[in-house]
């Protein structure tokens, strides 16, 4: 969380802000990197220099209270690199860094400004940056959770497993 000098709080997800301190020309985003050869899907988050850009919109329908669903229409970047593959990320998680701009701190998040919340996207100068709070993240701690939740779920796939197999054998 960014807390800028007039009180304002930004939440920015990981990967989802950059220090920029000479001026630069770049998009910053996370998504997922194509390898239009092979097909393959890999996750991304860093910079990027595009050779083109070019917009995606997806329309989805969500299922809401009742029998009324809800349309959101989700707009991705598709960002092609030298080497001719390409970046996909949604609006929402990359920001375009421009020189003109100049240094500091780019993000994509939510700002809290008087109680009014509102979707951010652009630099922060450094000037207007009070305090930085950055969560915490443990490597081990998470490694540990991951392995104990598939160690829950293979047992509880084997105690079926193994319970649909008994009835046969019993009959």
């Known amino acids: 969380m960014v807390t800028l000098s007039d009180g304002s709080e930004l939440r920015a997800e990981p990967y989802h802000y950059i220090e920029v301190t000479q001026p630069s020309d770049f998009v910053y985003g996370v998504g997922e990197q194509i390898d239009r050869k092979t097909g ?17 919109n997806f329309d989805t329908l969500n299922m809401a209270v009742g029998d ?7 707009q991705y970047y598709v960002l092609g690199l030298s080497d001719s593959s390409q970046v996909r990320c ?5 920001v375009i860094v421009d020189s003109r ?11 809290e400004s008087h109680r009014i919340h509102s979707g951010f ?4 100068p450094f000037e207007n940056i009070r305090k930085i709070e950055v969560r915490e993240f443990s490597v081990a701690e998470t490694v540990v959770l991951v392995t104990v939740t598939a160690v829950v779920v293979a047992g509880i ?3 079926a497993w193994l319970g649909s197999h008994a009835i046969y054998s019993l009959r």
Do not use: E, N, Y
């Not at 393959?40 to 995606?56: C, E, L, N, R, W």
């Open 121 to 124: 996207s652009g630099r922060i």
């Open 68 to 74: 009324s669903r809800i349309k959101r229409r989700v």
């Open 157 to 159: 796939i084997a105690v």
């Open 40 to 56: 393959k899907h890999t996750p991304f988050a860093g910079m990027i220099h595009p050779t083109a850009v070019d917009s995606i």
């Open 90 to 94: 949604q609006k929402s998680d990359c």
């Open 101 to 111: 701009d100049g240094a500091g701190l780019w993000c994509v998040g939510q700002l």
